[in-house]
């Protein structure tokens, strides 16, 4: 890897402590994505609609290597996920398809550090995720379209059957 190159990181944050880091990097200029997501909670006296990260404990940044010490010394930035103690990179398609995923679902995403075997390959054909490539995965009955982020897991969201076919 060149050293000027930026590549995407996920790192880790302190607990519920997301959308303050998010804060501290924009104003540091560091460039990161924390996706987020509007879902309904249900109190014993109320239903309010609340913007959640979709990735719980985790920001992904796209940086160079200049950067590191950088990101880990931002408060509440504890570390990267790393692989035999090496920041693992994860591809900028798998950045922009969970990006998709997130800004374009009719329904929410969930995220899991389950690993599912692997399914049909397939690309949706209909509806806002149109042109997305990924597995089709049953679960509890629904049909969901799961995008795996290497090192870290899967991304979900339930897509009706009709608007996927095999690839």
């Not at 209909?126 to 997305?132: F, H, M, Q, S, T």
């Amino acid at each position: 890897m060149k050293q000027n190159e930026k590549k995407w990181y996920a790192v880790y944050v302190a607990p519920r402590a997301e959308k303050k880091v998010s804060e501290r990097f924009t104003s540091l200029g560091i460039e990161h994505y924390l996706p987020l997501q509007k879902v309904k909670r249900i109190w014993s006296d109320r239903v309010k609609e609340v913007i959640v990260p979709v990735v719980n404990g985790y920001i992904f940044v796209k940086i160079n290597e200049d950067d590191f010490k950088k990101v880990v010394n931002v408060y509440g930035a504890l570390n990267f996920v790393s692989e035999r103690g090496n920041p693992v990179s994860i591809p900028e398609n798998q950045i922009a398809i969970l990006q998709l995923m997130v800004d374009k679902a009719e329904e929410v995403v969930e995220f899991s550090n389950e690993q599912f075997d692997k399914g049909e390959s397939i690309i949706i054909t209909k509806g806002p995720l149109e042109g997305l490539l990924g597995e089709l995965v049953e679960m509890k009955g629904s049909y969901k379209v799961l995008v795996r982020l290497e090192k870290l897991g899967c991304a979900l969201t339930t897509v009706p059957k009709s608007f996927v076919k095999k690839l």
